[in-house]
């Protein structure tokens, strides 16, 4: 009998699958990060506890493009400074990917906030311009001129936090506690470059990041780097804490806070 693809997968296949995504060679993207102070109210009330406003509020947005053998890939991500106990980090609200397969991996192993989007990042000459579109909406948009280079970074350990939950099969809320991971990369920087220009925040239901305005903005750059990525779950937390902020995830909360239709099978 032919192998039946859905079957059961042997260990030698599990393991030399693993095995390859352990020996990955370093992924180079380049990418336009913009960083501003926005209103420090409005960055509170998007952070779920057991979270808490870093000391200054700054919001930033990454918007990359990895040159992925036969697998282009665009990614962004739109994130407030937030800390967690003694750590300081970054608390991403949407990462839009151009394909499922970075979208999947992301949401279902670190609980990452990814979403299919259009990421779009340009450079013609010293001109630059970068976005993050969903639903016909480019939500962000940043646009500018190189304005000079910049002496590179020395590598660098930032943290993520996300929050990794399963919602509840009766809409009840979730099935388990949910977790606070801790994402921490270790970055490295190959090029660096200054932009001058600004950061356009659009209307967009489904993605609201204008409710964290550009107050002052701190710095535009577009660069190539590097990172790895490994995860750890730090706490449980309050279920009951987390779920009114779970909208976050989802372009239909409904999908979420209701439970199926009586006689669903």
Known sequence: MARVRYGPRTEAEIGAART???RLPDIWSTGVVAVWETDPDALAAVLPPPLKPADRPLARVNISKVDLPGYPLGAGSFAV???HDDIDGWYPLVMPMTHERALTGGREVFGEPKKLGEVTVERDGLLVRAS?????IAFVEVRGAV???LPLPEPARKTDFYFKFLPAVDGSGFDADPVLVHCVRDEKVRRLERVTGDVVLRESMYDPVADLPVLRLVD???GEKTSD?????VERVSAE???PYIHQRYDDPLHVHDGPPEGSA
């Not at 993050?132 to 016909?136: D, F, K």
Request: aromatic share 0%; glycine share 12%; charged share 20%.
């Open 132 to 136: 993050l579109a969903r639903h016909g």
């Open 147 to 149: 304005s000079g280079e």
């Open 220 to 222: 535009i750059t577009i």
């Open 20 to 22: 390859a995504s352990a």
């Open 229 to 233: 990525q490994r995860g750890k779950v």
């Open 241 to 243: 804490a987390l779920l």
């Open 81 to 83: 400074a937030a800390r």
